[in-house]
């Protein structure tokens, strides 16, 4: 995996199109120079997830004797999951219902931005090519970029695009989102299948 496919594969995983209704609905009654505050500070605390999801994975798998395989299924099964609900997303939203008042970490910086998908993606690039951890996280840094000038111009393209663009480019990256975990999930299988050996 190159660092141009790992940056638009995280870029998928933040979904930061996606996420663009829920953050306004979230912040909305915050002043607007407040918001940017908040929305800084959920970036910035999703981004240290992520990187020591990414730098302390490996260790982790260690610890806990998990197979990278078994991380690759997971993170496939999950990114099906969370795929299969940006297609077909529920009346409560993709991420259920959310608590009101000025959010801290949960659930803009977890699991909106930092999600169980995005851990477990960065979690399997760090554990399964450690010699490449700082191409990750300049993969990392690319998609959480991205991520956040897509999310500070929420209002301007929710004005642009409006509600009906932004579902169909959501369920066109759920689409994209699914294709990718089926290839996580037959991978790993093909790893531990490979690994087996006749007794």
Not at 33 to 46: G, H, S
Not at 121 to 127: F, Y
Request: proline share 8%; net charge neutral.
């Amino acid at each position: 995996m190159t660092v141009v496919s790992a940056a638009l594969l995280l870029f998928l995983i933040l979904d930061p199109l996606g996420n663009i209704p829920v953050f306004l609905s979230i912040l909305r009654h915050l002043p607007p120079k407040r918001q940017r505050v908040v929305l800084a500070r959920e970036l910035l605390i999703a981004l240290g997830v992520l990187m020591v999801f990414l730098w302390v994975g490996k260790y982790a798998l260690e610890v806990m004797h998990l197979r990278q395989e078994s991380v690759s299924i997971a993170g496939g099964i999950v990114l099906f999951l969370i795929g299969i609900r940006m297609i077909f997303p529920p009346p409560e939203g993709l991420m259920g219902e959310l608590p009101g008042g000025e959010p801290f970490i949960v659930p803009l910086a977890v699991p909106l931005v930092a999600g169980p998908s995005g851990m477990a993606a960065v979690m399997l690039m760090g554990s399964r090519e450690p010699e490449r951890l700082w191409e990750w996280s300049l993969a990392l840094g690319v998609a959480w970029g991205a991520t956040a000038a897509i999310l500070f111009c929420a209002p301007w393209l929710y004005r642009l695009l409006g509600a009906r663009a932004l579902t169909a480019v959501e369920r066109l990256m759920g689409m994209l989102l699914v294709a990718i975990s089926v290839q996580m999930l037959m991978d790993g299988v093909a790893g531990y299948l490979g690994s087996l050996t006749p007794a």
